[in-house]
Structure formats: structure tokens, C-alpha cells
């Protein structure tokens, strides 16, 4: 005999327009719980506050990183060698950093912390505004119309009863009530402001980003070519000679992307060896004082001894280790590193790398593939040597990880969902034994029960949705993609996609499932509208989400207990200042690709209820006030920029507010049909065609201007006066003044060390001598050292690492004895045997061969320094030498000579 399916033995509350039944008790608990999570809220807010400002001065490192970091000139600097700006320390009184920083003007961000920043805090910025007048309007118009409902006045019992919140929402509304006409003239007021403050931010962003892409800067004189034919990838001149065909006289180099994962694998070793020896050099003199017998030993498998002197070893290593380098840099070829089908054709000028950045040079759309190049320090290497056939294959996988990982999040997020209707699970579970429990802790105390039905849900849910950018990284990492900048936008969009799904959709659905269960059960067919008729009633767990997302996320963030957690871990193993420095610099950049999802995600669900549950406009506020002002608090002193992508990940945000204005339109025309209001539905689903064309004439008027910048602003650039300008000055130019020594580039770390670079030794480039000057001064002019930028890191020059012990060990401190040499020797030789090994199977011989520490240094100066490039040489036949020696020299030429560029 089959076991009864039991019924939730509570009072119902239904949703207007149809006879949907929902527990009036369950309602008032967790209106109860959104109390709670108030008090809570700003108890955590208060307390987040107070530690901030306890924190800050004990512990500079990490809430004044960015002044930190600025001092490590060899690292924290732009692409012309100056220092990154940051602001000074404010004084000791409380708070003091947050009233600083929300006194800075939206020209200083841009000026000190770039585009990327500016549009940030713009973005958090304005939602602030516009929740503030969509709060203030329907608190003036909805709030009045609903509270004046007739559902409030029925008798408790009936199931259309409301209470609470739910008396200033739709839920009071009769069925065809004429109040209904207010709700869509206030959905149509509410979708013009949307739509105007989406129109400004958007000509605002493109204002901005015609700055940036007119301005003095690497990537504006730079193009990425993909998927070259492979008969052109392997010869510099040929693609300089194919470009120079379309474009004649503007090409001033083009460097071919050789594969340096080999060269990158012994700089990361070099730097592994350096990184032990300061690490065996302080481990001497602070822990065994400077005793001869007892220096840190090295443990090996030997034919001599099994241990030898630490210091000694990397020391020898890391000297061998760099001689390796330099021999490899001056050997390259196609066994060491494969020629990709990627090159970097660097223009003379801004304007016809403008020009070419547009132009479809090839009939085969799959070959020569052009986009503006990526900022130096965006540039994401080892992907430019991924076949482009597997390229849709890595895209297929990671939209595939996605969907599943959507489907199995749906199953937690709806159990979690479960929690805020447990007493509705408790009744309906309570028949059976094994939950018995669940009745009992229930009915045990009603506060618990608030707390656990109103508080905790979404607590769990903002907890376990933090994981997902880790997910889907794994799996967009692996895609061919150029850019890091692109990476993370990619990484941004599938993360609000999937907060879409698992915050909103699943989130409502769930919920009405589990609160309407008998009538499910009782009622297969009517699914889809019992769904739809329990929309409104999840607008109180969707504010308990919003809350617990301020309170929670971007409160904490000011302090940031992550961070503080895994630096105190890394710190209690770090022994030298550099050590030090790389846990302090632990999660030391602002995450955009997560906290623009996580903000358009709660105006998402915002703009959606803004006139099912008014209210909810008002804890949005609460989220974007906080949020704005922690984000520019932390932008200003606690992080430091990886790279700049000029705003491209503030498009993905533009777009997420169109899927919230979709989304409205689409649920209030179902809402409307419910209520039995048809009139209204029609109208509000013919504003969906409004939207479509604003998003349309939006596409069309910004999106080409907003990829490629404007052309006439580019040519209007005469000299250096954006915020993004270098001050580089032009050749041709003849300044009457010094440039203002107060300036400040962007705020761009670059991918390379200490001043401009010195000559580059890579065979894979084609210089072109530089234009004449012209007879009117221009700024258009390219900068020379742009051009080493865009070398591979690997075939870069290795530059003199700063000794980070905290000691001072010579080298005369180490042994003398013969045992000692010798046994280092052998260390060393094992080794250098594992690389000659390696490399053997690669076609290359290397033999190690000791030498002195003096002998090494001045053959490191000279390999790395050389000469002075002809590439700047005023001699036209040096010129012409310079050019044709950096081609493919012989086999028994010096493979470094003639192709060095500054």
C-alpha cells in the first residue's frame, strides 16, 4: 500500500490573481529574518569598520599596500620608467583613509589609477543614484497605491490575507484592480531613467576610451597578428613586407612570437636559485650567528659527499643557471623555440596603426587575423602559441563546464533555498519519523526559527556561490585567448550568467516549489502559472540576499580577512625581505571579474522587484552605498593594478543592466496576465520592442568607436595632455618647456623590470629605420623603447636582481677549502647534467663549463648590455646593415648580433 503523500497542515497566504496558497506564518518568519539580518547587518558593518581602523595601523603592508608597493622601484613602475602614483598616508584620525579617498575627484582615479577604476567606481556609483530615485519615487507613488489594497483588511484566515512588507507590494492587489495602471506607469518611468542613465555611462565610457586609445601608449602603436600562413610566420621581413604593401613607410618593426615556455621555465629557476641562497644566507647569520661550522647545507646524491655548503651552491647555481640563459638567448631556433603564427607589427605612428587595426587584409577570414594589441603587461604569452584548430573545441568544453556546473549548482542552491521554508518542509516532513527532528527544532523557538529560515539561507548561498570564479577559471585558462584582460572579462560574463541562473532564476523557482509543494503535487498541469503567480512572494529572500551581500561581501572586503588569513600563513614561513614582500603582495589587485558580477547581480534582482516589492530598492541602496564606498577606499590604498584593459570589463556590466531591463519587462508582462490585468501585460510587452532598439541604435552608435577609438581624435593628439599621454616627447617636436614634472602616466605596471629596457638580443624582429622629422611638431611619433615591450619575456635581457636576504654574505665568506670546491663542483655538474639532458632531446648540446665569479659577471654585463643599437644610429649605411643583419643570419654567425631594439 503506498504511503500517503502528507499536506503542510499550515495557513496559507496566497499570491494575487489565483487561488496559490503560501504559509502566512513562514511569511512573517522570514519577514522576521530580514529584521534580524538588518541588525546583524549593520552590527557586522560597525564591527568591520572598527577593525579596519585598528588594522591599518599595525599593519601598513597590507591597507596601504599600494604606497608599499610603489616603493619597490625595480617593479612598481609604467612603461616609461616612472614610479606608480599613489596617494599619501592619511593622517591617524578615525576613518581617515575612507574620507581621503571619497574626497578624490573621478579625473584624479583617472589620472592616478586608469580607466579600468574610474569606471568601476562609476559603475557602483550610479547604481547608487538610481536606486536612490527609484526608492524615492515609488515611496511616493507605489507605496501610498499598494498600501491601500484590499487584501490587507481580509479576515487572518484568508489565504489573501497579507502582513508585513508584503502590505506595500503587489501581493495587496485584487485581481484586475485599477491600481494596476499606477504599477505600469511607474514600470514605464522606471525603464526611461534606466534607459538614460545607460545612454550617459555608455557615452561617458566611449569619451573615455577615445582618450585612451588616441593616447601616447604602447598598445595604441601596436598590432596582434593571429594565424599567419605558415610560410610567413618564420621570416620577420616577409610579414614586414606584406604589411608594408598596404601600409608603405609605417611599419617601424615586426617581432614574430617565438615560444618561450623553455627560456620562462630557466628564469623561473634562476629566480627559484637566487630566492634560496638569500634564503640560506639569512638562515647563517640569524640563526647561527655567523659561525663558520655551522653554515645551512644542501642536501644532493653525490659521488663526494651528500651534503655541501647552501650559500656556496646557489650562489654557483644560479650563477651557471643565468650563463645558461644568455647562451640560450643567443641561440635560438626552432628546436629551442618554435616560431607560432603571432607577430606584433609596431607602427611608426598612432594613426596608421589606427588605420590598419580595421582593414581586412586577407580573403581567408581564418588567416591574418588583426586586433589591437593587449598592453604589454596584458599580454597573454603562452597563448599565443596554441594551435588555432583546438581554439572552438576549449570554447565547447568550458561553455559545456558551465552548463553543468549550472544544473548541479541548481541542486544546492535549491536546498539551500529549502532552508527559508522550513517550517512549510517540517509540516510536510513531520509524518515522517526520520524527521521528526525537523518539527521539533520548529516549534522550539520561534527566534531560532526566524533566524534560521531568514538569515542563514542566504548566507549559505552568498558563501558557496564565492567558489565559482575558481571553476570556471580552470577552464577558460585553458582557452586560446591573447589577452589577460579578455580572460578575465570572459571569466566575468560566464560568472554573471551563472549568477543569473543559480541567484534569480533557480532561487524563485525553488522557492515557489518548495512553499506551493501540495498544490504541485495536487496540480501537475498548472505549473507554469503557479510559478509565475509566486514571483512577488521570493522578493523577501531576495532582500535578505541583497543585505547579506552588502553586509557580508563588500564590508568585509575593507578589511579583508582572506587576505589577512593567507599573507599571516605565507608570513610565518618567510624568512627574507623578498619572501616578505611577495605575502604581502598576496591578493594585492582588485577583482573586477568578480565584483562586477556579484553588483550586477543584486541590480538585477533590484530592477526586477522595483515595483513587485518597492522595499527592495532600499536595501539596494544600502548594498551600492557600502559597496562604492569600500571600493574606492580599497582602489585608492590596498591594491595595485596587474595590467590596464582600458574598461573592457565595464562593458560586460553595461550589458548585464540590458538583461535586468529584458528580464523586468518580460516578468511584469507575466505578472500582469496573472492579475488578469491584459492591458497593461500588452503594453508593458510592447516597451520589450523600446528596449530592443535602444539596445540596437546603442550597438551601433558606440560599439565601433568604443573597439577602434575615433581616428580625428587621434590626429588631433599633438602632444601629451590626456591622462594617459606619455610624456615621451616627439623627435620632430621642439618643446618650449620641460614637460610638468609633476605628471603622472597611467598607472600601468608594465611586464618587465627597472628603467626602459637595454637592447633586446631576438632574432625574430625587422626594424625599419625611423621616419624623418617633420616639418610641423606632432606627438604621434613612436617612442623607441615601445618596441622591447613586445619581445617575449623569455628572450628578454636577464636584469640585475636586487639582493633581498637582509644580509650581506660575499662571497669571500664562503669555504675555501678544497672539499668544499669540489663538492660544490659536483652539485653543480649534476645539475647542469639534468639540463644537458633536457636540452639534448631538443637538438641542442650544452656543456657546462665552471669559471670564475668574476669571469661570469663581466660575461653577463656584456651579453645583456651589448652594444649600442644601430637601430638609433644616424648613419644610413649603418642603417642598412643594422636592417639586413636582422633578418636569418648564417648558422655560423652570433645569432644575437643586429637584431637588438630598444
Known sequence: MATPIPTIDATPTPVPGGNVTVSATLNNKNQTGLIISLVIGFAVLGLSLVLFDLLRRVLPAVYYWRNVYTGYTEVARDDDGRPL?????????????????????????????????????????????????????????????????????????????????????????????????????????????????????????VAKRRMYLASCMPANYTLLVRD??????????????????????????????????????YKRRYLQAVTQREVAEWRWVHKNGRAAEARPQFKYAGTVAQRVDAIAYWRAESARLAALIVELQGSVGDELAPCTRAAFVIFHERRSAALAAQAFLSHVASEHVVSHAPEPAAVNWPKLAKVAWRSPVRKIITLVFVSVLCAFW?????????????????????????????????????????????????????????????????????????????????????????????????????????????????????????????????????????????????????????????????????????????????????????????????????????????????????????????????????FHPLFESGGHTYRGAWIALLYAIFLKQFVMTGVFSLFKAQTQAIIEGCSILLTMYFTFWCLKRFRGVAKHGSLAETLATTRPTSAYASTTLSVAATPSASPDSSYLSRPVLRARVGPPPPPIIYPSISLSPPPEPELVPSGDVLPRHFIGLYVPPGFRPLEPL??????????????????????????????????????????????????????????????????TPGYFAKDEAHQGVQSSSSEEPDVGDDRRGGTEAL
Not at 512588507?165 to 485581481?175: E, F, K, P, R, T
Not at 606584406?242 to 621555465?265: G, K, M, N, Q, S
Not at 591573447?482 to 560568472?495: D, P, R, S, T, W
Open 802 to 867: 636586487t639582493n633581498l636576504s637582509g644580509v650581506e654574505v660575499s662571497p669571500q665568506d664562503d669555504p675555501g677549502d678544497a672539499g668544499t670546491a669540489k663538492a660544490v663542483a659536483e652539485a653543480v655538474a649534476l645539475s647542469a647534467a639534468k639540463d644537458t639532458k633536457a636540452l639534448a632531446k631538443r637538438g641542442y648540446a650544452y656543456v657546462w663549463r665552471p669559471h670564475g665569479e668574476a669571469d661570469f659577471e663581466d660575461e653577463l654585463a656584456d651579453a645583456s648590455v651589448g652594444a
Open 85 to 205: 602614483p599613489s596617494e599619501p598616508v592619511p593622517p591617524g584620525w578615525p576613518l581617515s583613509p575612507i574620507w581621503k579617498a571619497m574626497r578624490m575627484s573621478s579625473s584624479d582615479i583617472q589620472e592616478k589609477y586608469g580607466l579600468d577604476a574610474v569606471m568601476h567606481l562609476r559603475f557602483l556609483r550610479n547604481r547608487c543614484r538610481i536606486f536612490g530615485i527609484l526608492f524615492f519615487f515609488t515611496s511616493i507613488v507605489l507605496f501610498p497605491i499598494y498600501s491601500q489594497g484590499p487584501n490587507r483588511n481580509l479576515d487572518p484566515e484568508d489565504p489573501k490575507h497579507v502582513v508585513g512588507i508584503l502590505v506595500v507590494s503587489m501581493s495587496n492587489l485584487a485581481d484586475d484592480d485599477f491600481r494596476l495602471w499606477f504599477t505600469l506607469v511607474a514600470d514605464m518611468i522606471i525603464l526611461g531613467v534606466l534607459l538614460v542613465f545607460m545612454y550617459r555611462d555608455m557615452s561617458t565610457f
Open 228 to 265: 599567419m600562413p605558415v610560410e610567413m610566420c618564420a621570416s620577420p621581413t616577409a610579414v614586414r613586407a606584406y604589411w608594408e604593401r598596404f601600409f608603405p613607410d609605417t611599419v617601424a618593426a615586426v617581432i614574430i612570437v617565438r615560444d618561450d615556455a623553455l627560456y620562462t621555465l
Open 410 to 638: 541548481a541542486v544546492i542552491v535549491t536546498g539551500i533555498r529549502a532552508l527559508s521554508d522550513l517550517q512549510a518542509l517540517a509540516e510536510q516532513l513531520g509524518e515522517y519519523a526520520a524527521f521528526g527532528w525537523l518539527k521539533d527544532l520548529v516549534d522550539a523557538d520561534e527566534t531560532l526559527t526566524s533566524l534560521l529560515q531568514g538569515t542563514l539561507p542566504p548566507l549559505l548561498l552568498f558563501i558557496v556561490l564565492k567558489l565559482i570564479p575558481v571553476f570556471i577559471r580552470l577552464f577558460v585558462a585553458q582557452e586560446r585567448i591573447h589577452g589577460k584582460h579578455l580572460v578575465e572579462a570572459k571569466i566575468q560574463n560566464l560568472y554573471t550568467i551563472f549568477l543569473i541562473v543559480a541567484s534569480f532564476f533557480t532561487v524563485v523557482i525553488s522557492g515557489s516549489i518548495v512553499a506551493q509543494l501540495p498544490e504541485f503535487i495536487e496540480n501537475p498541469n498548472n505549473i507554469l502559472t503557479l510559478l509565475a503567480k509566486t514571483v512577488p512572494q521570493q522578493g523577501v529572500f531576495l532582500s535578505n540576499y541583497v543585505l547579506v551581500n552588502a553586509f557580508l561581501g563588500f564590508s568585509i572586503l575593507l578589511w579583508n580577512p582572506a587576505r589577512l588569513f593567507v599573507r599571516g600563513w605565507l608570513k610565518m614561513f618567510a624568512k627574507t625581505p623578498r619572501q616578505h614582500r611577495n605575502a604581502n603582495a598576496i591578493f594585492g589587485w582588485y577583482p573586477y571579474f568578480k565584483l562586477y558580477p556579484i553588483s550586477s547581480i543584486i541590480a538585477l534582482v533590484a530592477i526586477v522587484y522595483s515595483t513587485l516589492l518597492p522595499l527592495i530598492s532600499l536595501f539596494a541602496v544600502i548594498f551600492f552605498v557600502i559597496a562604492y564606498t569600500v571600493a574606492q577606499t580599497t582602489i585608492v590604498y590596498q
